[in-house]
C-alpha cells in the first residue's frame, strides 16, 4: 500500500494586495458587528451617530445637507431617509433655507445632545473592546497605514486626507 502524496495547499488570495483587501474587510465585518450591537440598543444605526456627532460639532450653527453628506465617515446614500429618523424622533431640526429653497440646513437638538452624552461612556467602552488590546504604538502604525492605504482614493478636499 502506497501513501498518497500530499497536495500543494491551494492558494487562499490571488494577491498580497487581495489578501490585505480581505484582511481589512473581515476587521470591519468584525469590529461593526459589536459597534452595532451597541447602537441596537439606543436604536440607532452608526451612521445616524456619525451624522449627530458632526451636527454636535457645529453647533449651534445649522449644516447645510450637502455638506454633512461630504463629511460622513462612509457615503449615505439616502441622507433623506436617515434625516427622516432622526427628525421623526427629535433629534434634528430640518429647515430650507429663506435665500434658495433647495438648501436644506440641519441641526441637532437638546434631545440629539442628550443621547450622545448617553452613548459617551458606552461607546468608550466599546471602542476599548474593539482595539483595546492594541498598543499605542500599533494604534498608530494601524492609523498611519489606513490613512497611506485611503490617500490616493481621498477627494482633495477631504477631512481625511
Known amino acids: 500500500m502506497t501513501t ?39 436604536d440607532l444605526t452608526a451612521q445616524q451617530y456619525n451624522l449627530l456627532r458632526l451636527l454636535q460639532a457645529d453647533r449651534p450653527a445649522p449644516v447645510p445637507v450637502s455638506r454633512l ?37 440641519v441641526s441637532i437638538t437638546q434631545p440629539g445632545l442628550e443621547l450622545l452624552r448617553q452613548i459617551a461612556r458606552p461607546l468608550a467602552a466599546c471602542h476599548e473592546r474593539q482595539i483595546g488590546h492594541l498598543s499605542g504604538k500599533e494604534l498608530q502604525s494601524l492609523i498611519d497605514l489606513l490613512k ?14
Do not use: C, N
Open 148 to 161: 497611506l492605504t485611503r490617500q490616493p482614493h481621498e477627494a482633495d478636499d477631504s477631512p481625511w486626507k
Open 69 to 105: 453628506s461630504e463629511r460622513l465617515v462612509s457615503r449615505a446614500p439616502d441622507m433623506t431617509r436617515i434625516l427622516d429618523r432622526l427628525e421623526t424622533r427629535g433629534l434634528v431640526l430640518r429647515a430650507r433655507s429663506t435665500e434658495d429653497r433647495r438648501a436644506v440646513f
Open 4 to 42: 498518497p502524496t500530499p497536495r500543494p495547499a491551494a492558494r487562499r488570495f490571488d494577491s498580497p494586495q487581495q489578501e490585505a483587501y480581505l484582511a481589512l474587510w473581515r476587521t470591519y465585518d468584525r469590529l461593526r458587528a459589536i459597534e452595532d450591537e451597541l447602537f441596537a440598543q439606543f
